[in-house]
């Protein structure tokens, strides 16, 4: 049987846990976009590890969905203030 290294399993934890909170963080706007980019690499460096046991990986998985819906936010607040900087300069 293989056995992962203690030390490996808390990196895994603690950075699974980490994930989260910069995903978390990456809903906020305008100012979350550093923390998008960190819980993305977060998440790849704990998938490369590949521990066979991660009782944290719900918070991997929704750290990721965050920072996913994250970019979804910043592009729409995005358009939203394009389209309203086009209008304003469209009235007569």
């Known amino acids: 049987m293989n056995q992962t290294a203690p030390l490996v399993k808390i990196d895994v934890i603690e950075g699974s846990v980490r994930c989260f909170v910069l995903g ?5 706007p305008v100012l979350g976009i550093p923390m998008i980019i960190m819980a993305s690499d ?3 460096r704990v998938k490369r590890i590949r521990a ?3 009782p944290a990986e719900r918070y991997l998985h929704w750290g990721e969905v965050c ?3 994250g970019v979804v936010l910043l592009l729409f607040e995005a358009v939203t203030v ?5 209008m304003s300069h469209n009235w007569p």
Do not use: K, Y
Not at 82 to 86: D, K, P
């Open 52 to 54: 066979e046991w991660n």
């Open 42 to 44: 977060q998440h790849r």
């Open 24 to 28: 978390l963080l990456g809903l906020v």
């Open 67 to 69: 920072a996913r819906l």
């Open 82 to 86: 394009m389209t309203i900087i086009t």
